[in-house]
Each structure stands twice: as structure tokens, then as C-alpha cells.
């Protein structure tokens, strides 16, 4: 399958065997091996555990804004039944976390690790 530059797709119909051209909003590419559509859902490797954290913190901090009567930062529990290496990686990105933004804002992020 190929995409010219006016948006047009050369390819295999699968249903019919048939070779055409198809416009652009009637291809969606599925990854033959998982099926899914323009490789969606899928992420290789690890989180990016600093942009994880701020997207909680950040979403927490929202759901509280305006109360001023907080006696102490929100908490986060950070809970994790896994290998060592990715405990070490939260737990550290959980320290650096719990800092104060430029803002004076704080979300505490308290990490739990769980063995069996």
C-alpha cells in the first residue's frame, strides 16, 4: 500500500483480492501482526515516568484549586507489585515529584512497593 501526494491510496482490497485506488477517508492502515489501527495503543518501552507524574499532579492540583483550607498537600499513593528496576524508577521520580512547583503548589506522591 502507497499514499500519493493528493491523498490517494494504491492497494489491495483484502475482501475481494482486487488492485485500486481508494481515497484517503476510506483507508484506515491496521498492523497486519496486532490488528490494530495506525499503530494505536501501543507504546514501546517505558512510560516517560516524569510526564506520568505531572499529568497526576497537575490534574489533582485542579480538583482542588480554591480551597484554601488544605493544612497540608494532597497525597498520591503510588502502589507497584514489580521489578526492582522500574521501583527504583518511581520512587525516585515520586521524590522529585513531591517538590514545590514555581507556583508554591504541592502534590505529595507516596510510593509503595509490594513483594510476593
Known sequence: ETQDKSGWWTGINKRTGKTG???GNYVKMIDESTQLKNNAN???GRPNWATEYET????VLSKQKG???????PRVGIF????PV??????????????????GNKVRFLFHKENF
Open 21 to 23: 485506488m481508494f481515497p
Open 42 to 44: 501501543r507504546q514501546f
Open 56 to 59: 497526576v499532579r497537575k490534574y
Open 67 to 73: 480551597d484554601s483550607k488544605l493544612k497540608r498537600p
Open 80 to 83: 507497584l507489585c514489580g521489578p
Open 86 to 103: 522500574v521501583a527504583n524508577q518511581l520512587k525516585s521520580q515520586a521524590s522529585k515529584s513531591s517538590k514545590r512547583d514555581a507556583d
